[in-house]
DNA sequence: TCTGGCACTCTGTGTTCCCGAGTGCCAAGT
DNA sequence: ACTTGGCACTCGGGAACACAGAGTGCCAGA
């Protein structure tokens, strides 16, 4: 149904549109690429790939430009990712080793994300949910009142004030961290629940009020911050990218964290790329971008996903390149602090 | 030089231009507002207004536009900060009230800010400078490995890892904590490194390396981490507003925390407004936006600064109101929690 | 000092026209 | 059966042009 050459004419055109911009017509694509055909055969390959929806003309008697389905087609099988170079891996190295907190290698991340890709860089905060506690914290603030921070092994805190029913000593406090973290130290967040469920009845009666509430803050959080946290940054290369569709709604839908998060979407294994191209995407004002994301994790379970938005005429070998190897150097250096 | 109804004038077209985004003429303005005085007579004033640098045309026989100056003049004298409507005022205290730590404060802030202006909302985190410890932590994670965590009054939670020259027994640290704790708690920012300086002195022999590794950290940290951390919400209104000068300025303007500082300013008094307009900001790409911001504390202390940034062009006194209103809101929550 | 009148100057818009790029189709060639 | 050159056709976009409308500056009169 589709030849060699007929592929080779969609992966031209897609290369062609994508470094000008422009349709592109079957004299350009002779000249540019060496087919070894003439304008004339080139012109009739691509009626039977318009026919089947590869790609489609502006107007009447303009070049050719690939739909959503002929980027497909041409990501799939057409091309390969392509590797960063030797200067980019080690500007990534350089540039992330840095940080000291999470909050900083999210940053310099997202940062970097967009400036490698010259396009606007999505990362979400590595999951709560899929990280294990390294510690639980209670620190008194005031009569009957505590701060209740959370330390996860991603190096994520999560702090939550709580106010007590009745005034409880310091020892009593720290008695009660102590607990705590001897039974959560290193327990999966998903588990706590259980975990937790029969720790009030260990206690003495005089505790078991105070543990109840602290407790039930403690889930709530869990709970609650089930919603991730996203940043993205590199809004300004949209402005560049003259986007054939309103890039109001764009910058709407970065700003919403429940289509972000659905966006980046889930994935099959870690640093697996997805790529979601114009209409397949989930959100009817993204129309005209593409998403290529993946997932980073350290060791094998995967802890959130990062990615760029772009326009569909993006270049997907270095953009895939870009993502994949971005995710992996994260995935080391959450790994290693 | 500028008599009673000249500056009538020029407070009418700068709200006939606010509203309407078009050159208003001397005929609009005998129509729309009753000055009781005919266009010709208002030609003339104009011809004094613009003789003085407060309004320009665009081109030969079009409407008048104010300049920069004549914004200044309109928000100094001829305009009042409008206060915000009961519903909006409730709207607010909903909003805030359902926050639970600080991130979530600030996040809510920005977006509220955003909304009820319609413009770009940019608030800046609680300065750590100028709040005061409210507890240290310290928590071992591996052999040779443990987390500083440190806790304003603010809410704010600062994190570092550091790695320590030997092995020290958890009751060591515990016990190294108790100190931190008892010579930092309530202690300035500002003031602790004076407070630690004879720390290690102070401690057994066999302590003092390890105090120092985590003491430089924790300087370190109050030194670093000077400049702020800003966010922002809104970008999309920027679509909206079609911007005279490209919008990529604009962006990058917001993602450069430095630029953001500078445009925030600094401020004379708490919940006092600064409003920077056009050519007034220090940064270059901006022309055509005008900066309104406020400093925002608990109690007399400002903490941090927020404001919003639109087109020169915006309606200065409802701005401003809603400026005003959310800086003393974030300030009564953050004093309040 | 204000007002009405008048001539003048622009911008923006709509119209028309034309060029060129690119196509589809067909008939001839391999 | 596929490829190729030729040819007529179609549109989009830019240039040239005219024109209406809004707004001004200025002047003479109240």
Do not use: W
């Amino acid at each position: 149904m589709l030849d060699d050459r007929k592929l080779a004419v969609l992966r031209a055109i897609v290369e062609d549109y994508v470094s000008t911009n422009e349709p592109v017509g079957s004299k350009a694509l002779a000249d540019r690429h060496n087919l070894g055909v003439s304008p004339a055969t080139i012109r009739n390959d691509m009626a039977a790939l318009e026919e089947q929806g590869y790609i489609r003309q502006p107007h009447t008697s303009a070049g050719r430009v690939p739909t959503d389905k002929g980027y497909r087609l041409f990501v799939d099988r057409l091309s390969s990712i392509k590797p960063l170079s030797v200067a980019e891996r080690r500007a990534i190295e350089t540039f992330l080793a840095g940080a000291v907190d999470l909050d900083e290698i999210v940053m310099r991340t997202v940062r970097l994300l967009a400036q490698l890709t010259r396009q606007v860089a999505v990362v979400q905060y590595p999951s709560l949910t899929r990280s294990s506690i390294r510690h639980v914290e209670i620190v008194p603030l005031a009569e009957r009142r505590v701060m209740l921070v959370l330390i996860t092994n991603t190096g994520r805190v999560e702090q939550r004030v709580i106010d007590l029913p009745e005034d409880v000593a310091d020892e009593r406090i720290g008695n009660l961290r102590a607990v705590l973290n001897s039974c959560l130290d290193g327990c999966g967040l998903s588990m706590v629940p259980e975990t937790v469920a029969d720790l009030p009845e260990r206690l003495p009666p005089e505790d078991r009020q105070v543990a109840v509430t602290i407790l039930s803050v403690l889930l709530e959080t869990l709970v609650e911050r089930h919603e991730e946290k996203i940043v993205f940054a590199g809004a300004a290369n949209l402005a560049a990218a003259d986007f054939s569709v309103g890039l109001r709604d764009v910058l709407e839908a970065l700003e919403e964290q429940v289509v972000l998060m659905r966006l980046l979407g889930e994935t099959g294994g870690i640093s697996e790329l997805t790529v979601r191209i114009g209409s397949e995407n989930p959100y009817s004002g993204l129309r005209g971008t593409s998403i290529v994301a993946a997932g980073y994790g350290s060791g094998d379970k995967e802890l959130a996903r990062l990615g760029v938005l772009g326009p569909t005429r993006m270049d997907y070998p270095v953009t895939m390149g870009a993502v994949r190897a971005v995710a992996r150097y994260v995935g080391q250096i959450l790994a290693g602090s």
